[in-house]
């Protein structure tokens, strides 16, 4: 069952990936806004994950049982299982090292959806992990949530 979830919102996202962006009746200036804040937010998560406050990275993400996240384990549901899984991953400063995120595609789909892909670098003493992402964003209330993340 799990698997079908995993190729479900692959191809939710592989097929966003070819959605053109268009008049929404949305002014530029919130179109280029919704940028920036996701920007911020992201280098709020760095500087929490750097300081080794795992609650303060999550901050950006839906806080609900309807979070998605893929990772190498597959899907989890939910924010508290996917916090539960970083502490469990991340017990400490030293194994959570040091984040840093790149994005580097932005599609707005829609006036209250956004697409960002980007790469992640985890530098610690001993190694180095990296990898991509692509996250789907939803304004909720004014503000920008991670609703599904898919991490690898």
């Keep these: 069952m799990n698997k079908w979830w995993v190729i479900i919102v692959l191809l939710v996202v592989v097929s966003c990936t070819n ?4 008049d929404t009746g949305v ?3 919130v179109n280029t806004d919704w940028k920036a804040n ?3 937010l992201m ?27 893929v990772g190498s384990r597959g899907l989890t549901k939910g924010w508290n299982e996917t916090l539960t899984n970083y ?11 040091k984040l ?5 595609q932005y ?6 959806y956004a697409l960002v892909i980007g790469k992640w670098e985890l530098l610690r003493t001993n190694d180095t992990l990296s990898g991509s992402y692509s996250l789907i964003w939803k ?10 993340d898919h991490s690898s």
């Design 43 to 69: 280098s709020s998560q760095e500087a929490s994950w750097n300081k080794g406050d795992l609650d303060g990275f999550m901050a950006p993400y839906l806080n609900s049982d309807s979070l998605l996240f």
């Design 19 to 22: 959605i053109e962006v268009r």
């Design 100 to 104: 840093h995120f790149a994005n580097s």
């Design 107 to 112: 599609k707005l789909l829609g006036v209250d």
């Design 139 to 148: 304004k909720i209330d004014g503000e920008w949530k991670i609703i599904a």
């Design 27 to 29: 002014d530029t200036a």
């Design 87 to 97: 502490k469990r991953s991340y017990p400490t400063t030293e194994k959570m090292g």
């Design 38 to 40: 996701v920007d911020e």
